[in-house]
């Protein structure tokens, strides 16, 4: 195993710490809040409703903070999700592959009962062509 196929389960690993470390630690609260207003602050607006209604609800971030962050773990969370699911899918293997096509292993893909001749869709259904 190479070390860049454990890279996206390192980002998976580092996105959840990142969630928990936040609430876990007031330092690593602070260092998200900042990683978080420095990549999304711009695209967030002041707003003075928003501003008193995250005040009214005893939350100590401001509203620009809070948004900020919460952009932050939506899109570290869509990253984990797309990579922990690339890992839980499971690949389509030659033999899966070759199920999928119609044939199958030990038999020949011209005929399904063992014959010599190729299979027709009228004579593998076991139905007569009518034109």
Same mark, same amino acid.
């Given at each position: 195993?190479?070390?860049? $196929? !454990?890279?996206?389960? !390192? !980002? *998976?690993?580092? #996105?959840? &710490?990142?969630? *928990?470390?936040?609430?876990?630690?007031?330092? @690593?609260?602070? /260092?998200? =809040?900042? *990683?978080?207003?420095?990549?999304?602050?711009?695209? @967030?607006?002041?707003?003075? =409703?928003?501003?008193?209604? @995250?005040?009214?609800?005893? @939350?100590?971030?401001?509203?620009?903070?809070?948004?900020?962050?919460?952009?932050?773990?939506?899109?570290?969370?869509? *990253?984990?999700?797309?990579?922990? &699911? #690339?890992?839980?899918?499971?690949?389509?293997?030659? $033999?899966?592959?070759? /199920?999928?096509? &119609?044939?199958?292993?030990? /038999?020949?893909?011209?005929?399904?009962? &063992?014959?010599? /001749?190729?299979?027709?869709?009228? $004579?593998?259904?076991?139905?007569?062509?009518? =034109?």
């Amino acid at each position: 195993m190479t070390p860049l $196929s !454990v890279l996206p389960l !390192v !980002v *998976v690993a580092s #996105a959840l &710490g990142a969630y *928990v470390g936040g609430k876990l630690s007031r330092r @690593i609260d602070r /260092r998200l =809040d900042r *990683v978080a207003t420095a990549l999304f602050g711009d695209l @967030i607006e002041r707003d003075t =409703d928003r501003e008193s209604r @995250i005040r009214s609800a005893y @939350i100590e971030a401001s509203y620009r903070s809070y948004a900020a962050k919460t952009l932050l773990f939506a899109a570290l969370a869509l *990253v984990a999700g797309a990579v922990a &699911g #690339a890992y839980l899918v499971p690949r389509r293997s030659s $033999s899966v592959a070759a /199920r999928s096509s &119609g044939s199958r292993p030990g /038999r020949s893909p011209t005929s399904p009962g &063992g014959g010599s /001749r190729p299979a027709t869709p009228s $004579s593998a259904s076991g139905g007569s062509t009518r =034109d």
